[in-house]
């Protein structure tokens, strides 16, 4: 027997989508049902590596842990990857499909709607339920075309659809009734209720809200959900994550200081480091200078490694960077940062943008050039110290020079991977995921004097899922939304 499926839609982006589609998705699979996670069109540079060798989007990969299976790339079929100059490398099934700005891209959508619905179908014949998110906001008509991340995924697979709003960030009421309003009334036929999420004080408050926009609408209230704080525990898909607030560095603590540059990607290589108690993971964007007392300056990964490297001379940060390295200070560049931080950095078919060549940092004796092929796929190895790891690799580019001699790590195989400088103090590797591993982190803590690490980090964040489900729960009811589901 076929699937059932419900799709949840946002009145617009970061309204909580993601991590309701992953809380529900262990809710019910703590009922004992198949569930599966899909998202028809995600636009995100935080990916995730499936075991087939193809790549979706993070929150998609968080959603297929939530529901106890594995990613699949039939979970997000089309993922928009954003770069400057090129428009957005588009990803269908987990693999490079084409580039293009926006304008093309609405025109190239009729062409990926059979791709979307295909793996919706074939993720139906595995599963009980499919909890399907939308992308952005229900209420964009003016890309209603050819919409497949929203309404016309809804109408096409005919699947009802629960309309999400942020009461957080204000005006949740205009927004859900506002929705309605500029909804064609075919749309909004599809939507069965709403759910105000992210509350935050006395329920009673919103007794007459609810009925507000009952009223307006027609929709059913489906759940008052509360702000959920321990969200901060689970991977961040949305580049907003990075504008909350950093700690401040602590007199015990050990500061780790990242440049966030424009096509920052994969930064969720960096959430473990944040749940540990005594490090001070300090994001620093252009305006601002490096602070001087870093223990360590991580150059993450970047979707267009060049224009973001010209990014971090204009903002000096590379003189900031320069400076630390003569202090003595430690440096470790991911994928993207790796590239940066070597001698030059070629483009001679136009990957990212116009062909050609820059100048890199020259803290690695180091050269990349870059390539369409991507190499996609799970690893595992061990650092030069011999702690072993656990990640994945995403990237384009060939990357040789005297520093690849000194590895910083060797891959399961017995391949060396990443360089490391002369005095040890400058490092790269194309490994995604390290600081996930407790092993890892652990060595990387106690290297630089924090100690060893002091939380399980898979375990926190199947705890934090459980606890997500419970949340859920409490204020939805799930037999309610089965009932709604077709």
């Given at each position: 027997m076929a699937a059932r499926a419900l799709m949840f839609q946002g009145t617009g982006s970061d309204v909580g989508k993601s991590l309701i589609v992953a809380g529900l998705a262990r809710a019910f699979e703590k009922r004992g049902l198949r569930v599966r996670p899909f998202k028809p069109q995600n636009m995100s540079n935080n990916a995730a590596v499936t075991a087939d060798g193809g790549e979706i989007g993070r929150a998609q990969?968080?959603?297929?842990?939530?529901?106890r299976v594995p990613p699949s790339i039939h979970m997000n079929p089309v993922l928009l990857k954003p770069q400057s100059q090129?428009?957005?490398?588009?990803?269908?099934?987990?693999?490079?499909?084409g580039t293009a700005k926006a304008a093309e891209y609405q025109r190239m959508k009729p062409d990926l709607m059979p791709f979307v619905l295909e793996s919706f179908e074939r993720l139906k014949q595995e599963a009980d339920i499919v909890l399907v998110e939308g992308a952005g906001s229900a209420s964009e008509v003016n890309l209603r075309q050819?919409?497949?991340?929203?309404?016309?995924?809804?109408?096409?697979?005919?699947?009802?659809?629960?309309?999400?709003?942020?009461?957080?960030?204000?005006?949740?009421?205009?927004?859900?009734?506002?929705t309605k309003t500029v909804l064609n009334p075919d749309d909004a036929a599809m939507i069965q209720g709403f759910i105000v999420n992210k509350f935050r004080g006395d329920p009673n408050l919103f007794v007459a809200g609810n009925a507000t926009i009952t009223e307006a609408t027609g929709w059913a209230a489906l759940g008052l959900v509360p702000f959920f704080p321990d969200a901060k525990h689970l991977p961040a898909e949305d580049s907003l994550a990075l504008d909350r607030p950093a700690r401040r560095r602590s007199s015990a603590g050990i500061s780790i200081v990242v440049p966030i540059l424009p096509q920052i990607a994969n930064f969720d290589d960096l959430d473990p480091l944040k749940v540990e108690t005594g490090v001070d993971v300090v994001p620093v964007k252009p305006g601002?200078?490096?602070?001087?007392?870093?223990?360590?300056?991580?150059?993450?990964?970047?979707k267009s490694t060049i224009a973001d490297l010209a990014a971090l001379r204009e903002a000096g940060f590379h003189i900031d960077l320069a400076a630390h390295v003569r202090r003595g200070g430690l440096v470790l560049g991911l994928c993207g940062g790796y590239q940066m931080l070597g001698g030059s950095i070629s483009d001679p078919d136009g990957t990212e943008g116009p062909p050609g060549e820059v100048k890199g940092l020259g803290l690695l004796d180091i050269e990349t050039v870059l390539a369409f092929d991507k190499r996609l796929t799970l690893a595992a190895g061990a650092t030069a110290d011999g702690i072993p790891f656990s990640g994945y690799e995403m990237h384009t580019g060939l990357t040789q020079g005297p520093d690849r001699s000194r590895p910083f790590a060797h891959l399961a195989g017995g391949?060396?991977?990443?360089?490391?400088?002369?005095?040890?103090?400058?490092?790269?590797?194309?490994?995604?995921?390290?600081?996930?591993?407790?092993?890892?982190?652990?060595a990387w803590l106690t290297r630089l004097g924090a100690g060893p690490a002091t939380i399980a980090y898979d375990a926190l964040v199947e705890q934090t899922l459980d606890r997500l489900a419970a949340h859920l729960v409490t204020f939805i009811d799930l037999d309610r939304l089965l009932s709604l589901s077709r």
């Open positions: 990969a968080l959603q297929a842990l939530a529901a090129i428009g957005a490398q588009i990803i269908v099934r987990g693999k490079i499909y050819y919409d497949i991340a929203n309404m016309g995924f809804a109408r096409a697979a005919n699947v009802p659809v629960i309309i999400v709003g942020d009461i957080d960030r204000g005006g949740v009421i205009a927004s859900l009734v506002g601002a200078a490096l602070p001087g007392d870093a223990d360590l300056v991580i150059l993450p990964g970047s391949a060396p991977e990443g360089a490391v400088s002369p005095d040890g103090r400058v490092m790269g590797t194309y490994i995604h995921g390290l600081f996930a591993d407790d092993r890892q982190r652990s």
